[in-house]
Nanobody, 119 residues
Framework: QVQLVESGGGLVQPGGSLRLSCAVSGSGFRIMTRQWHRQAPGKQREWVARMTTGTTTYADSVKGRFIISRDDAKNTVYLQMSSLKPEDTAVYFC??????????????WGRGTQVTVSS
């Protein structure tokens, strides 16, 4: 069983920065894709950033402001957010896609961390 726990959310002023962390635990699972999504109040969940082997991609709304990264020694995925705007306010979710020991593709989600951008 794989578990994801996000942290690092909070209240920040417009123009500020935050770094979100996603600790991944569990065994017998080979991660292929790491992603961040977000869900604002009253809106559908939207994709924010993706990291696959050697490639990172971003939603247009965050390109140039957000950076996804990972630390394999800590089994942690990060989302560095800069130049934050009020419209970035949302619950941010970490997500991984990978292959289990049974060669089946699984998707796991964390429970989210709240980010509020407000003066």
């Amino acid at each position: 069983q794989v578990q994801l726990v996000e942290s690092g959310g909070g209240l920040v002023q417009p123009g500020g920065s935050l770094r979100l962390s996603c600790a991944v635990s569990g065994s017998g699972f080979r991660i292929m894709t790491r992603q961040w999504h977000r869900q604002a109040p009253g809106k559908q969940r939207e994709w924010v950033a993706r990291m696959t082997t050697g490639t990172t991609t971003y939603a247009d709304s965050v390109k140039g402001r957000f950076i996804i990264s990972r630390d394999d020694a800590k089994n942690t995925v990060y989302l560095q957010m800069s130049s934050l705007k009020p419209e970035d306010t949302a619950v941010y979710f970490c997500n991984v896609v990978g292959v289990g020991e049974d060669d089946v593709v699984y998707t796991y989600w964390g429970r989210g961390t709240q980010v509020t951008v407000s003066s």
